[in-house]
Each structure stands twice: as structure tokens, then as C-alpha cells.
């Protein structure tokens, strides 16, 4: 079946483009990874969810991907202008850790909480650390074609030489020079301008410092980014996603980098995700609702209940996460999951009615995917489909693994619950922990779950008609 033309909000345009990649048949994309100095939390889980959801899209229309995602573990200020400690030192200081473990820790548990969430990894990470000397080529390269100058503090970009600066993230130059309240660095010629190396501290010394052709430091955030996406995808490339706090700063600057240093455009579709809201309000250190992996499985919930939440908004709409949604989402995957059970136990096979209904939901559902990633109208006629009465179950089962493609919930992995007896002691446990569960103890919940799982080697799994268990 040919499927229907894919389409995406491209950024740069403020609008939904046809797709046409630059080599017919293949995908070069890059994502904006995390910078590795606390825990991955709800926020990362949905922007690479996206990027998982429009990796499979892509994939399911026959494409070949090759895609990278950097780590940043160096040169992430603080502040987004400039100033301000470096998040990695910082945090490194903090929890009396050297910065390079503290980027090993983190980044473990950044893969961990994707594996989770069944994102697959990208076919190359790349680290900030690991590429000093690219980025310091691409600064020589700015610097010759008279984009750069010195302050006492490190190499800036002079962003009003790049004739586009204000373009992509539709800044008004003239008010921001303006509205620029006092400068934290008087030495900037322009507000926007930005680091591409900083100088360490002469009377400190940093743990993460490299030579230079202008003396010792580290490099600005963003440089980094312009110079691993070229080296691996190229100086022209397809997709390029991010957050949509990347938009008027950092992807701004991006551009503004690898642009002027090839002469063109390097990149031909942005794409960035919205925001996830916490019970109404904004993530923040102080309302403690920055949620992790550990969070989400504390209380019990499988980590895919957690995609099919993500799934049901679209990316470029704010969401809000509340622990009520996600108990709906998990609710609503779990009865998903029973139906392929019996969906796949129904041995007839599908009629000549059935294959023409069946390919019918099936371009809808490609249609709705291909449409700028509309997940919550594919997810409405998937269960269309599952409800459909006039559909022979062996033909929903054959369906519904082909949507999982590209919705990523492991339904192939499904099994029929075998009838199993508990021994007394299991029994116990389990009983334990559900009423750890009933009084809100989830921590004291969580312990018990750990130890049926290692002791036991038994895996809870909590429905909407109790918890069930299975044997690994
Ligand atoms: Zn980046």
C-alpha cells in the first residue's frame, strides 16, 4: 500500500511543508540531546518521544534513517546569555563529584529512562567533550570570514554581521537593543551576541578546560551543536528538532554558525516540541515537579503508560501531566493490551470483507501519522478499529501490530497471563505491596516491588482490576 505524502510543521517557515528529503529515499536527522548534569525527567521523555514517534513515521513510509544526538556534558551556562556558572561544574561541585563522572552518572540514566519508554537510541551519540577540536575549526573558520571578536572573558559571534540573525526565531533586533536592561557583559558590541569560547577563570581552575588557538577555555553551548551535526550528517541535512525554548536562542545561534561558516543553509526542517506542564503549572526546582523514571515507577505505573499520555496530545500542543492522566493512559493501554490477547488468539481468518475494512483504517490511520505526526487522531481510529464489530479479530491483531510500528507500545510483546500459583511467602509480598499502595506509601511500595523482582524474579504489573503479577 503506498502511503500518503508525509508532511511536517517546519519552524522556519511557521508552517506544514511536504517532506522532501534531500537524498530521495534517505533521512539525515539531528536532535538535540540533554546536557547531563541532573536527572532526565518529563520533559526530556516527551520531547524524545516525539522524536522517537517521527523517527517511526518516517521509518514506516520506507525511509533510511541515519541519526545523531549530541550529549552536552561541557559549556551549558547557567544563563542562556553567557553568564553564569557552567551547569556541569556546578553541579559537579555540588554533589562532590568530578564533572566527568557526573556526565557518565547522568547520561546512564538519561539512556535508561529511553529504554524505558522504548525510544530507540540514535544510531550516533556524540559528546561536547569528545569534539573540542571540530568546534575549535568551525571558530577559526568564523573567525577568518570576520564573524568573531575578543573580549576580556572569550571569542563572541558579532550576531548582527549574519545578515538573517533576527529571522528564524522572528526577533525584533531593534527592541531587544532597546529593552536590554543592563548588560552583564559591557564588553558585547550587540545584546544577542554570544560566546563561541570562553576563557576559564584565572583565579580558579576548571575541571573541564582545553588549549586553544586563543588561549585556554571551553567552548559556548552552541557552537557544539553546529559542529557534531555537520560532521556526521554533513553541511546540508534534513530534520533538526529541539524544544521550542531552543527557538529564539540557541537554534538561533546554531543557524547563525553553521550558516555563515558554509555560506548556506545547512538545515532544511526544524522541528521543535511543546512543553509539558505539571498539574497545571510550569517544571521548576522549587514546585519539586521535575518527575523522573524513578518518580513514575514508584507509584507503580509502567513507563509506556507514560508514552501512550504523551501520544495522546499533539507535539506541538502544550500538555498537561497530571498523575490522574496517567492513570487514565494506563488504564486505557492495559484494556488495549487484553484485546491483542484476544485478538490474537482468534484463529479465523480474515474474509475479503476484512482486508478491505482493514486497509481502510489503515490509510486513515498512515494519514493521520504523515499529517505532521497527528498521534491523537491515529490513536482515535486505532480504537475504532479495536471496537469495530463488523472486524474479525485476526485482522484487528494484524493491524494493530502495524500501528504499533510507529506508536512504539510493545503490544508484539504482549502474552497471555499464564496460571501460575504464588508460593506463601510471594503471596505475602504481594499482598504487602498493595497495601502499601491503598495507604500512598509508594516508596515503602516500590522497595517491595524491587525485591519480588530481584529475589523473586517477579514482575508486578498494577491494571485497572488489581495488581497482576508474572514471572520473568
Ligand atoms: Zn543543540
Keep these: 500500500m503506498k502511503n500518503s505524502p508525509i508532511k511536517l510543521f517546519n ?8 517532506f522532501k528529503p534531500l537524498k530521495p529515499g534517505h533521512v539525515g536527522m539531528y536532535n538535540c540531546g540533554p546536557t547531563v548534569y541532573d536527572y532526565a525527567h518529563l520533559g526530556h521523555f516527551r520531547a524524545y518521544t516525539f522524536v522517537d514517534t517521527l523517527k517511526r513515521v518516517l521509518a514506516a513510509s520506507g ?14 551556562l547557567t544563563s542562556d546569555a553567557d553568564t553564569g556558572e557552567d551547569k556541569m561544574e556546578k553541579a559537579a561541585a555540588e554533589k562532590r563529584m568530578t564533572a566527568w563522572d557526573l556526565a557518565a552518572f547522568y547520561t546512564t540514566d538519561f539512556f535508561d529512562a529511553m529504554d524505558k519508554l522504548n525510544i530507540a537510541r540514535p544510531d550516533i551519540v556524540c559528546k561536547a567533550t569528545e569534539h573540542i577540536p571540530q568546534m575549535i575549526e568551525l571558530i577559526k573558520k568564523l573567525e577568518k570570514k ?83 551535526d555537520m560532521q556526521y550528517l554533513g553541511d546540508r541535512f534534513d530534520i533538526h528538532t529541539g524544544g521550542i525554548d531552543h527557538i529564539p536562542i540557541h537554534h ?39 518527575y523522573t523514571m524513578a518518580d513514575i515507577e514508584a507509584r507503580g505505573v509502567d513507563p509506556l503508560a507514560l508514552r501512550y499520555l504523551f501520544l495522546t496530545a499533539h507535539y506541538r500542543s502544550k500538555m498537561n501531566f497530571t498523575w490522574g492522566s496517567l492513570s487514565d493512559a494506563e488504564r486505557a493501554l492495559s484494556t488495549l493490551r487484553e484485546r491483542t490477547m484476544e485478538f490474537k488468539a482468534d484463529k479465523k481468518k480474515p474474509q475479503r470483507g476484512d482486508v478491505k475494512k ?25 480504537w475504532a478499529a479495536v471496537r469495530d464489530a463488523d472486524l474479525a479479530g485476526s485482522a484487528k491483531y494484524e493491524l494493530l501490530m502495524k500501528f504499533d510500528d510507529v506508536l512504539g507500545l510493545r503490544l508484539k510483546d504482549v502474552k497471555p497471563a499464564r496460571k501460575e500459583t504464588l508460593s506463601d511467602e510471594v503471596g505475602k509480598l504481594v499482598k504487602m505491596r498493595e497495601q502499601f499502595r491503598k495507604d500512598g506509601k509508594y516508596a515503602e511500595a ?19 482490576k488489581g495488581t497482576k503479577w508474572k514471572k520473568k
Design 11 to 18: 519552524t522556519a517557515a511557521r508552517a506544514k511543508q511536504a
Design 63 to 76: 525511509y533510511k534513517l541515519k541519526t545523531v544526538m549530541n550529549i552536552t556534558d561541557v559549556g551549558h
Design 146 to 228: 570576520g564573524y568573531t571578536y575578543r573580549t576580556s572573558d572569550g571569542i563572541y559571534y558579532d550576531t548582527y554581521k549574519f545578515k538573517d540573525y533576527a529571522k528564524f526565531a522572528q526577533l525584533n533586533l531593534k527592541q531587544l537593543q532597546e529593552g536590554a536592561r543592563v548588560e552583564p557583559n559591557p564588553e558585547k558590541r550587540n545584546p544577542p551576541d554570544f560566546a563561541l569560547w570562553k576563557f576559564s577563570p584565572k583565579d580558579s581552575k576548571r575541571q573541564m578546560e582545553w588549549e586553544s588557538p586563543w588561549g585556554t577555555g571551553f567552548p559556548g553551548w552552541h557552537i557544539e551543536c553546529s559542529a557534531m
Design 252 to 290: 538561533t545561534n546554531e543557524i547563525a554558525q553553521s550558516d555563515a561558516a558554509v555560506g548556506h543553509k545547512v538545515v532544511q526542517y526544524w522541528m521543535h516540541n511543546e512543553f509539558v506542564m505539571v498539574e497545571g503549572s510550569k517544571m521548576s526546582k522549587s514546585r519539586k515537579n521535575f
Design 358 to 382: 482493514a486497509a481502510a483504517y489503515e490509510k486513515e490511520f498512515m494519514l493521520a501519522v504523515n499529517n505532521d505526526l497527528n498521534t491523537p487522531i491515529a490513536l482515535a481510529i486505532m
Design 446 to 464: 516500590d522497595e517491595v516491588r524491587k525485591r519480588l523482582d530481584s529475589e523473586f524474579g517477579i514482575v508486578i504489573e498494577d491494571t485497572v
